[in-house]
């Protein structure tokens, strides 16, 4: 069982930055593959970016690729996505999400534990 609880989402204005960071719970986060998504208001959720439960293997959606970076720290149970050059249309609600595997997914329905998002909004 992972416990997932995501903070430091805010309001920024276009071209600023924000960290996410998503603490887990449980001894066998660094058996769990992550990922972040992200659902703006009246979209369906979507794909962010997945990291491997190494670290070794990252990967993005083409939408925030080179703008975006997924980290984590076993140690410390912990994944953060820094988020650069922010655009109006990065706001949503962002989530993170464990799954019971060592490789990276996209699809939601892979991740078997999520946290309860926190807001990002950008504004222009």
């Known amino acids: 069982q992972v416990q997932l609880v995501e903070s430091g989402g805010g309001t920024v204005q276009a071209g600023g930055s924000l960290t996410l960071s998503c603490a887990a719970s449980g001894r066998t986060f660094s058996r769990h593959a992550m990922g972040w998504f992200r659902q703006a208001p009246g979209k369906e959720r979507e794909f962010v970016a997945a990291i491997s439960w190494s670290g070794g293997s990252t990967y993005y959606a083409d939408s925030v690729k080179g703008r975006f970076t997924i980290s984590r720290d076993n140690g410390k149970n912990s994944v953060h996505l820094q988020m650069n050059s922010l655009k109006p249309e990065d706001t949503a609600v962002y989530y993170c999400?464990?799954?019971?595997?060592?490789?990276?997914?996209?699809?939601?329905?892979?991740?078997?534990?999520w946290g309860q998002g926190t807001q990002v909004t950008v504004s222009s």
């Open positions: 999400a464990a799954r019971s595997g060592t490789g990276i997914a996209i699809l939601g329905a892979l991740y078997d534990y």
